[in-house]
Nanobody, 123 residues
Framework: EVQLVESGGGLVPAGGSLRLSCAAS????????IGWFRQAPGKEREGISC????????HYADSVKDRFTISSDNAKNTVYLQMNSLKPEDTAVYYC????????????????WGKGTLVTVSS
């Protein structure tokens, strides 16, 4: 059974940094993509980043490009999202998500979701 477990959320002042982690288990294929969505109250869920396991291709939404960096540690089966220069509008529940599609097609074919971790950026 595929499981995705997020960690690293918390409260941070504007301009600060956080690193989110997603521990993945249960995959029977090495060809997949893992990344992150976020959802603020009253807003649509937004896909923000992904990384493909096969070729390492990454993608970022314009809202986080140049501030967030996605990376993976295959030995630990973990994907990270380094978030720098955080803004109050980054406040949301961040969800790790996995797809059997490659990045960036990932956003249109999510198969597995984590339970989310809350990031709050104070002004």
């Amino acid at each position: 059974e595929v499981q995705l477990v997020e960690s690293g959320g918390g409260l941070v002042p504007a301009g600060g940094s956080l690193r989110l982690s997603c521990a993945a288990s249960g995959f029977t294929s090495d060809d997949y993509a893992i990344g992150w969505f976020r959802q603020a109250p009253g807003k649509e869920r937004e896909g923000i980043s992904c990384i493909s396991s096969a070729d390492g291709i990454t993608h970022y939404a314009d809202s986080v490009k140049d501030r967030f960096t996605i990376s993976s540690d295959n030995a630990k089966n973990t994907v990270y999202l380094q978030m720098n220069s955080l803004k109050p509008e980054d406040t949301a529940v961040y969800y790790c998500a996995a797809s059997l599609r490659s990045c960036p097609g990932y956003y249109h074919g999510i198969h597995y979701w984590g339970k989310g971790t809350l990031v709050t950026v104070s002004s």
